[in-house]
C-alpha cells in the first residue's frame, strides 16, 4: 500500500511514523502534490497551533490539494480541526471539506482544566473506523479546541461538554485524540482506516 503522511509546519509526525511501523504499513512523508494525489491513503497528523498550521499548507499549496483528494484521508488532531470551517484558535479559516466550526472548551468545573490532557472514553462510534471496538474505548487527549457536534459526528467524547470525537465527510475521516497514543484503541483506528 502507498501510504502518505502530509508534510507541513506541525509536529508529531514521527509518533505517526512509529505507530504505522508498529502495524508493518511504512509510510512516507510528503509535501509534492502528485505524491499526495497518487497515494492510496493519506494521513494528516497536526500538533500545534492551527493558523500557523493552515499558514503552512497554504504556502506549499497543499490546501487545495487536499480539498481535490479521493482517496481516504485521516486527520488526527489538529489535522482533524483544520479539516473543519473555522477554528476559533487565532481566528482560522479552515479548508472547509468537513461543515463543522471548532470552538474553544469553555471554563471547565472545578477538576476539568483546560486543555483536556490524558484518557477519556469515546461513545456513539457509527464508522467502519471503530470496527472491533466497544463504546466507551479509551483514548488519548491533548486538546484546548473541539469540533462541535453535528450530523458528520461518528463517535463522540465528554469533557465539559459533549463534542465530537470523530467526524466524516464523503473520505474525510479526523479523530479528534492522538490515535499513536492510544495503545491498542488507537492502533485498531489505524488499521481500520488502512482496511477501508
Known amino acids: 500500500m502507498n501510504l502518505a503522511i502530509i508534510k507541513y509546519n506541525a509536529g508529531n509526525i514521527q509518533s505517526v511514523l512509529n505507530a504505522l511501523e508498529r502495524l508493518g504499513a ?3 512523508v510528503t509535501d509534492d502534490a502528485e ?3 497518487r497515494a492510496d491513503k493519506v494521513i494528516f497528523p497536526g500538533v500545534g497551533e492551527a493558523s500557523t498550521a493552515m499558514a503552512s499548507l497554504r504556502a506549499n499549496g497543499l490546501d487545495g490539494v487536499l480539498r481535490e483528494l479521493q482517496q481516504p484521508v485521516l486527520g488526527i488532531c489538529v489535522g ?3 479539516l473543519c470551517t473555522h477554528s476559533e484558535e487565532a481566528d482560522t479559516e479552515a479548508l472547509g471539506i468537513i461543515p463543522v ?3 474553544r472548551f469553555p471554563a ?3 477538576g476539568e482544566k483546560v486543555p483536556q490532557v490524558g484518557w477519556n472514553t469515546i461513545h456513539d462510534l457509527r464508522s ?8 466507551e474505548s479509551y483514548v488519548y487527549n491533548v486538546h484546548s479546541y473541539y469540533a462541535e457536534d453535528s450530523a458528520y459526528t461518528i463517535a463522540r467524547c465528554h469533557y465539559i461538554l459533549d463534542y465530537a470525537a470523530a467526524v466524516q465527510k464523503g473520505n474525510f475521516y479526523g479523530v479528534q485524540f492522538h490515535t499513536e497514543k492510544s495503545a491498542a484503541t488507537g492502533d485498531r483506528i489505524l488499521q481500520n482506516f488502512l482496511d477501508l
Open 80 to 82: 482533524m480541526q483544520l
Open 108 to 110: 471547565g468545573a472545578p
Open 26 to 28: 511504512p509510510a512516507t
Open 35 to 37: 505524491a499526495l494525489r
Open 101 to 103: 466550526n471548532v470552538r
Open 128 to 135: 467502519p473506523l471503530f470496527k472491533g471496538l466497544p463504546e
